[in-house]
């Protein structure tokens, strides 16, 4: 288990992504570990363990039906997972490394 001194460079990267989107976007973004919460929770809610990532050809492929699964979720908030992009990315590639 990682403390809050010694992350991972997957974090280290998100925290960069995040700090370059915070200045462009409006809003509360979430942390690293919020993200990869919310990605595993979406993923158990439509019954999948979360190595089912590792089934997608790649990053392409996982947003296209995430974001097919939370289209009513995006409009009902007015809001898009195309903002979360970059940052989703990097909470993809941590979870098919097995940095979790």
Do not use: C
């Not at 990267?13 to 989107?21: Q, S």
């Not at 979406?42 to 296209?64: M, Q, R």
């Amino acid at each position: 288990m990682q403390n809050a001194t010694n992350i991972s460079a997957f974090e280290q990267r998100y925290n960069e992504k995040l700090e370059e989107l915070a200045a462009e976007l409006d809003g509360v973004l979430p942390s690293y570990r919020e993200l990869m919460a919310q990605v595993s929770g979406l993923l158990a809610e439509d019954g999948h363990p979360l190595d089912v990532i590792s089934g997608y050809d790649d990053f392409e492929a996982f947003f296209t039906w995430l974001d097919t699964l939370t289209a009513y979720d995006q409009m009902d908030e007015d809001g898009s997972l195309e903002d979360h992009k970059p940052l989703l990315e990097v909470v993809y590639e941590a979870i098919r490394a097995g940095v979790v």
